[in-house]
């Protein structure tokens, strides 16, 4: 039985476990165990149409089916429960997640709460008085476009059971868009491999009101935010906003609080800060 915890990495949407290696590099440096998991439909699991390679066929993708299709936030929360199940047999476990990773780690800790030594949130959504759709109407997210992306959007998602996104586009108006969100911080060649690492396809479940934080269970866990400042995605105000109603749900057991500099994705990138604050969390 080890007493250093194994890190438990959730990726977000449209992403998957190899946008981790470089953190799992500088953690494994600093002497510590993890596993990036891929949720269904993810990594290898991913369909990747013929029609999405180059030249493209954007009527033949519309219409491609989807691997991801009907893979919903449960099946996520199995399949994370069932490596954290692995995991705790060896030891103390920290999910950390990222992005819409978030509503998946959520709804694991409202299920199994005894698995989770420590949560962390990296710019992670953390549903508590709202969907994650109804943070969309707020104020704090008045900067984030929802429909910066739509000229990349192909299909009908009620049509596929999915959204699929076209990663691989070379429309300049898009590209700035996916780079401004995610990247703004990241050089252009770093911005393009890392838009290269992401899959097309998504599933459509964020989960209901039943899915958002549960004080009586994912309140037990111990829990870090960790604030992304110059995030464009998922921005500082809402970050602090759901720290605040996570805080005010279980007062007791509030948020350790600790912020990075960049934004969505630079910490993914340049890893090394990361893996130091995690690395830090680790001897807690």
């Keep these: 039985m080890h007493t250093t915890p194994t890190f438990v990495l959730v990726h977000g949407a449209f992403a998957n476990s190899f946008s981790f290696a470089p953190l799992q590099a500088e953690l494994a440096l600093l002497g510590h165990r993890s596993a990036a998991i891929d949720l269904p439909g993810h990594g290898f699991e991913a369909t990747y149409p013929a029609a999405y390679q180059a030249p493209q066929d954007l009527a033949a993708l519309a219409a491609e089916p989807g691997g991801i299709k009907g893979v919903t936030l449960a099946d996520n929360v199995a399949r994370v429960i069932e490596v954290l199940e692995r995991a705790k047999r060896t030891g103390p476990t920290i999910l ?7 509503i998946t780690a959520t709804a694991v800790a409202n299920a199994r709460p005894e698995l989770v030594d420590r949560l962390v949130y990296v710019a992670a959504w953390c549903p ?18 929802p429909m910066a992306f739509a000229s990349t959007l192909v299909g009908n998602p009620a049509e596929l059971g999915l959204l699929r996104t076209n ?3 070379a429309d300049p108006t898009a590209l700035a868009a996916f780079k401004q969100a995610f990247a703004a911080d990241l050089t252009d060649d770093e911005f393009r491999t ?3 690492t992401f899959q097309p396809d998504e599933n459509l479940d964020a989960g209901t009101s039943a899915d958002r934080a549960q004080a009586a269970t994912w309140g037990r866990v111990p829990r870090t935010y960790v604030r992304l400042t110059d995030d ?14 996570a805080d005010a749900l279980t007062p007791d057991n509030p948020f350790d609080v600790r912020s990075l500099e960049g934004g969505h994705l630079r910490w993914l990138v340049h890893p090394k800060p990361a893996a130091e604050l995690l690395a830090s969390l680790a001897t807690r």
Aim: net charge negative; hydrophobic share 40%.
């Design 167 to 169: 990663f691989r586009t």
């Design 232 to 245: 464009a995605s998922v921005p500082p105000a809402v970050q602090d906003r759901m720290i605040r109603e």
């Design 96 to 102: 950390v997640a990222h992005s819409r990773g978030g």
């Design 128 to 145: 508590v008085e709202l969907d994650v759709s109804g943070y969309y109407a707020q104020p704090e997210m008045a900067d984030v476009d």
């Design 194 to 196: 890392f838009l290269n």
